[in-house]
């Protein structure tokens, strides 16, 4: 099966070409250089980026694969959760594709997206397991008891662990996007530095907190002048990154251990963090170029959702949320 995928639900348009779970082409238009002076991704701005973006990626994701559009014997796209402008200039790119070909049209969860990107590399088998979803807008542990479905456990209660990365590091004096700043900035700094507050609200809840957080590292830079914060972001990354990290591996662990599994998968843009990866070994991570959001990953989960035909796929909506 031929599958065409579109991903637009945030910041970067995707578009991929997979058959048969192996990977033709998988392309990518990033937005940084819009959304960087704002510190964050601006709903308006990154819908007419795609709208630019998508038409061009479509030609070279299938000349890539060496098809064409009447070879195609699937479209999926992403249709939530995710900015609702974002996501509706992809679902109007896919009906016009899948009305043009014939094809089926099938929608996909961007979270499974994420969670199905292990089926890239793992293959299907991941579950039983329990996964940690951590992305820019996602942070939450779901249990997987066998193959598609899913029970929440439990999430963050404000930001999402990459918007807290995002928001750090404009603090911090460090570009956009922050995760991946923060990140490269650790490596030259001591963890041990700077002491923050664990992200989570109780013992016995699965949530995560990160507004806690937030204002210490807010507190601990008021106290810098320019030139101490210079000499001392590194140090400032390395600690804040420490907090969050220990904060979803001791979460995580804590979830596979009362739901009984030994599988933990981590997935999302924040699973290719180096300092998380490395902290959690044992843990099934999909490769780093499926971590971010990317269309391969939602070609690939196509596989396991149920094809919508014509012309019940007219109506399909998107979903800010779910």
């Given amino acids: 099966m031929i599958v065409l995928g579109i991903e637009t639900s945030c910041d970067e348009t995707g578009v ?36 630019e973006a998508l038409n061009p990626l479509l030609d070279e994701a299938l000349q890539q694969a060496g098809l064409g559009f009447g070879d195609l014997d699937g479209i999926a796209v992403t249709v939530g959760p995710g900015l609702i402008g974002a996501l509706l200039v992809g679902i109007a790119a896919a009906k016009s594709i899948a009305l043009a070909t014939g094809a089926p049209l099938i929608g996909v969860n961007h979270l499974e997206g994420h969670i199905l990107a292990n089926a890239i590399e793992h293959g299907p088998e991941l579950a039983p397991a329990v996964c940690l979803v951590v992305s820019g807008g996602h942070t939450m542990l779901v249990h997987m008891p066998a193959a598609h479905a899913y ?20 603090m911090m004096g460090l570009p956009y996007p922050g995760g991946v700043a923060i990140d490269r900035a650790a490596r030259e700094g001591d963890p041990a530095r700077f002491h923050f507050p664990r992200a989570w609200l109780s013992r016995d809840a699965a949530d ?23 000499s001392r972001r590194a140090d400032l990354a390395a600690s804040y990154q420490r907090a969050i990290v220990r904060a979803l591996v001791t979460r995580v662990r804590e979830a596979a251990e009362q739901a009984g599994r030994e599988q ?24 780093l170029a499926f971590c971010t959001d990317n269309a391969a990953m939602i070609a690939s989960a196509a596989r396991f959702v149920e094809p919508i035909p014509y012309p019940r796929y007219l109506s399909l909506d998107a979903y800010s949320s779910r």
């Fill in 264 to 287: 933990i998968a981590i997935v999302g843009g924040v699973a290719a963090n180096s300092e998380l990866r490395a902290a959690l070994p044992e843990a099934a991570a999909a490769p």
């Fill in 208 to 230: 995560f907190s990160f507004s806690g957080l937030k204002t210490a590292l807010l507190y601990a830079v008021r106290e810098l002048d320019e030139v101490e914060l210079e």
């Fill in 151 to 170: 029970e929440l456990l439990g999430q963050t209660v404000d930001d999402a662990a990459g918007e807290a990365f995002d928001k750090a590091a404009k």
């Fill in 16 to 51: 991929a070409v997979v058959q048969d779970g192996a990977v033709l082409a998988n392309l990518l238009a990033s937005q940084v250089d819009i959304h960087e002076r704002f510190g964050g991704v601006v709903p308006e701005l990154a819908s007419r980026a795609h709208v």
